[in-house]
């Protein structure tokens, strides 16, 4: 079953020294029961899940790779990779992302919807793969950083 947001929460929260309000236009998808979110300047295209090769000695959250038009895509399972002790996502969309020079795909639930949500950033810094928290209908969403999270992937 679908969910469309329809309204923008108009809730926002006030930024102090270890965060920055930034309203910017999200991807919000599903994974498990949770909602995240990406930059939607990361996202390429949505495919639905389909079959794939996998690759030997690659760790569970790898689903393989997949021809995509002629480019070879290495696909990630997102729900594994946030929730080690979580199955494999069996019915959902692969949402291809641009990692610098290579198409990577990420094996969600489903994708719901695009807003632009005020996301309360983490100035931090660091090696986190979180961008951020917003807020969608009184929802939480976790906005996810997928250049991170993708380069920790392939770095490991």
Same mark, same amino acid.
């Given at each position: 079953m679908s969910t469309r947001w329809t309204s923008l929460d108009s809730t926002t929260s006030t930024p102090d020294a270890a965060a920055a309000v930034v309203a910017a236009p999200t991807?919000?998808?599903r994974v498990g029961g949770s909602v995240y979110g990406c +930059? =939607?300047? $990361?996202a390429r295209e949505i495919i639905p899940l389909r079959p794939m090769t996998r690759l030997p000695g690659a760790p569970a959250f790898v689903r393989g790779l997949l021809n995509i038009r002629g480019t070879i895509v290495t696909v990630l399972d997102l729900g594994v990779r946030l929730d080690a002790g979580r199955a494999p996502i069996t019915d959902g969309s692969i949402l291809l992302v641009r990692h610098r020079e290579r198409l990577v795909g990420l094996v969600v +639930? $489903? %994708?719901a919807d695009v807003r %632009?949500?005020?996301v309360d950033a +983490? $100035?931090?810094g660091g090696e986190g793969i979180v961008r951020g928290l917003a807020t969608a209908d009184g929802s939480p969403v976790v906005v996810l950083d997928l250049d991170t999270? =993708?380069?920790q992937v392939l770095l490991s």
């Open positions: 991807l919000l998808f +930059d =939607i300047t $990361e +639930d $489903e %994708v %632009v949500l005020d +983490d $100035e931090g999270l =993708i380069k």
